[in-house]
């Protein structure tokens, strides 16, 4: 940790560093306004999968820039969990050397436009900025300025593909190419190891892909930083499910010294109520990837999904956001969520619900589902729903919503989405007797090293979290990359 | 991609493929399935492996047209290559020693089941296997099923090959005359469901090996969900296997139709695309 403090003192001393603190005052800077992001007409873009963020125009993100006052002591990096140099990258912004920016944002992050645009950055790194906690003003755009950066490179044609040591010819599995499994891969790469990532879906990606819409995550940012691991020697094979079409001891014959599982939040929670497996109702996993994997809402791919007028998702998560403007987008006249506690303690980014006030989405919130019922063909058309108010806080710290007696009420709905969250996937501890794993299922992991009970085994992301975020997820797997790291390594002297 | 190295057609709207998959060929056991998808743009759908020859690396599979995607597959040639197969998904069967197994099949559930019965078989059970269809053309791998079973009954809903009647008449005729410890059903939902019913009668322990419509086949997405003995489980991970006598067949007889007008429309669209280009 000191020799961290210790490096980035060293880089706030550099010359162009201090020559452009000095080229403003602090008093200017912090008078400045947090600039706005644009923003597509909620009346378009809620027919369209047109990317809802447009992205800061480069007067604008200099601007931003500008704002931050480049602290001694960055509290903003405290709250990044992949602990990006943020006054670095911003200051780079503010020199216009955008591209120099973008390295310094791959010196710690595989995937900056994806982060730029997908992170709660308002409970990490804008929570913990300076104007945040001291100043009592709207943080520095961090997140912005972020999905700036990486956008500007992208679109220059001048991708950086971060330095690679030479080839140390260990071969390692990434099992899952979310985004724990493709940060883990990014970095065993510089490190010189010889990466190969499995997937079992037909493309890579894993949330990003068949979870995140297209009009907050498009594909095609994926797919280039992506194309930038494989520049850097990672390998793909989509189609192969470690512990089904090869067990780890089949890898382990073939070369394989260690191995990093982000396989990622597999089943759906469901909430056991009556009528539950109606057609037309799905989990959200199933609606997303309907929609966003498998392309169904476009007649010239194979796979069907059925787009409501009445369309009620049950949650306040991120994916519940997700799946209820999904469902605008595919023609709903009526699009609610149903939430059993109050706004304030949704789990959803602020911009997201946000967002989805805009797009014409309906909120009911301090409701819960009871019951849905169907026609004669089985399809749910109804659901009974009660009224919630809060009581007493529970063991997350959240007010417990609690059912007003005699609030029930009948909706009609022609699809409801649950998304109530998820369950780990249990492929992993199925196909290994002696990984440890929580009640839960969720792998048992050291918290430094992220190694499990089987010392070539490490994890990270939702299978370890249970249900997580993209950035915390990456964390997980950069931090495991310097766990194989060092247990290879380790092994190898003692040979 | 898996190359298509075989292809045989049983009947007018089933073909038996044999693709190149030596990973899933190595590591499937009875009863797992796999997920496919034709091109780019293909749905993926789930397709129990018949049987499997790991030294040379292939598996094979029986199809039925009833779909686009099942039509698509049928009409691939030797040579040509599938998109994407992912597997072996799904438990695999519990094959044990139990006495006597009553194996029933019907239509292209014949398929998944020949290595059901081999294994039950090889287990050293007495195996009496029952084949049914609507017709004579359409009762398949019965060569294959005669080699590892001690009785093949053959069933025709209009008599034109073995004995006329429904699947469940064959059961009975045998659990009457015998002892039955075990029996496994593959079918249609709705066979499986008289199946089910037939030996829940005489209290027989029954598997059925159920098909549902699914996405991505790893426990996901949920789609294949059905409810036994009272409980939601997922086809892809908890089964394909479960106790024929605690699932819902009703249940999973509606969510089978999900997507029926969509299907119905697409399909009719994929058949005059196909005469077009034919």
């Known amino acids: 940790m000191e020799n961290i403090l210790e490096y980035l003192k060293e880089e706030r001393s550099q010359e162009w560093r201090a020559e452009i603190r000095k080229s403003m005052k602090a008093k200017e800077r912090t008078s400045r306004e947090r600039v706005k992001m644009p923003e597509e007409d909620p009346n378009v873009r809620n027919k369209s999968n047109i990317e809802v963020n447009s992205g800061l125009p480069i007067e604008n993100a200099i601007l931003e820039a500008q704002r931050c006052l480049d602290c001694p002591d960055p509290t903003c990096m405290t709250g990044c969990p992949v602990g990006i140099n943020i006054p670095k990258f911003i200051k780079k912004i503010e020199t216009k050397d955008f591209l120099g920016a973008a390295s310094v944002l791959k010196e710690t992050n595989g995937l900056p436009a994806v982060c730029g645009r997908v992170c709660p950055q308002e409970v990490q790194c804008e929570s913990t900025c300076f104007y945040t906690i001291k100043l009592k003003k709207p943080p520095v755009a961090i997140g912005y300025l972020e999905r700036f950066a990486a956008d500007y490179e992208r679109e220059s044609g001048k991708m950086n593909v971060p330095n690679v040591a030479d080839s140390n010819k260990i071969k390692v599995g990434i099992v899952g190419s979310g985004p724990a499994g493709l940060a883990a891969a990014g970095d065993l790469a510089k490190f010189g190891y010889d990466v190969t990532v499995f997937e079992a879906l037909h493309e890579i990606g894993g949330v990003l892909k068949y979870g995140i819409p297209e009009f907050r995550l498009p594909n095609v940012i994926v797919d280039v930083e992506i194309d930038n691991l494989k520049k850097m020697g990672v390998k793909f094979r989509t189609n192969f499910i470690v512990g089904k079409t090869a067990s780890f001891d089949d890898l382990k014959k073939d070369g394989f010294e260690a191995f990093f599982v982000g396989s990622g939040a597999g089943l759906p929670r469901f909430m056991n109520i009556p009528g539950e497996n109606y057609n037309g109702i799905f989990s959200s996993n199933e609606y997303l990837t309907r929609v966003n994997l498998m392309n169904a809402a476009d007649p010239d791919y194979d796979t069907p999904v059925i787009s409501g007028k009445n369309v009620a998702v049950i949650g306040g998560g991120n994916t519940a956001m997700d799946s209820v403007r999904t469902a605008k987008r595919l023609g709903a006249d009526r699009a609610m969520i149903i939430y059993r506690r109050s706004e304030k303690e949704m789990p959803a980014r602020v911009e997201e619900i946000k967002h989805a006030k805009e797009e014409d989405i309906e909120f009911m919130n301090l409701h819960n589902p009871l019951e849905y019922y169907a026609d004669e063909s089985g399809r749910v058309n109804r659901m009974k729903i009660q009224k919630m108010e809060l009581g007493e806080p529970d063991a997350s710290g959240r007010r417990r919503p609690v059912p007003i007696e005699g609030s029930e009420f009948y909706v009609d709905v022609d699809t409801v989405v649950v998304s109530v969250g998820v369950s780990p996937n249990p492929l992993i501890p199925k196909a290994l007797a002696d990984l440890k794993v929580t009640d839960w299922g969720t792998i048992v992991v050291d918290k430094e090293t992220m190694q499990s009970s089987i010392p070539e085994l490490f994890a990270g992301g939702d299978i370890v979290r249970g249900g997580a975020t993209v950035i915390l997820a990456m964390g997980d797997g950069r931090k495991a990359a310097a766990g194989m790291h060092k247990y290879i390594q380790e092994k190898i002297k003692a040979n | ?278």
């Open chain 2, 1 to 278: 991609m898996s190359k298509i190295l075989e292809k045989e057609i049983f009947s007018k709207n089933v073909v038996k493929l044999v693709l190149d998959a030596p990973e899933i060929a190595r590591t499937r056991k009875p009863g797992h399935f796999v997920i496919i998808k034709i091109g780019k743009k293909g749905e993926r759908i789930p397709l129990t492996i018949a049987s499997a020859d790991a030294k040379k690396g292939n598996i094979t599979l029986v199809v039925q047209k009833v779909g686009v995607t099942s039509g698509k597959l049928c009409n691939l040639e030797v040579g040509d290559e599938v998109t994407d197969v992912v597997g072996p998904l799904g438990e695999a069967t519990h094959i044990e020693k139990v006495g006597t197994v009553l194996c029933a099949g019907g239509g292209v559930g014949v398929a998944p089941l020949l290595p059901i019965v081999e294994g039950f078989k090889k287990a050293g059970n007495r195996v009496i296997t029952i084949l049914a269809a609507r017709s004579k053309d359409l009762i398949i791998l019965e060569k294959q099923m005669r080699e590892f079973s001690d009785e093949v009954i053959i069933m025709t809903d209009d008599g034109s090959y073995g004995k006329k009647g429904l699947v469940t008449a064959g059961m009975e005729e045998v659990i009457q005359r015998e002892k039955v410890n075990l029996s496994v059903v593959i079918g249609p939902a709705i066979m499986m469901k008289y199946a089910a019913l037939t030996t829940k009668k005489y209290n027989i322990e029954t598997y059925a090996s159920l098909n549902t419509i699914m996405v991505d086949g790893t426990g996901m997405c949920g789609a294949c969900r059905v409810s036994v003995g009272g409980r939601t489980k997922f086809v892809c991970v908890d089964g394909p296997e479960f106790d024929a006598h605690q699932v819902d067949f009703d249940e999973m007889l509606a969510r089978l139709g999900a997507y029926k007008d969509q299907e119905l429309e697409a399909y009719e669209r994929y058949l005059k695309t196909a005469e077009t280009l034919s």
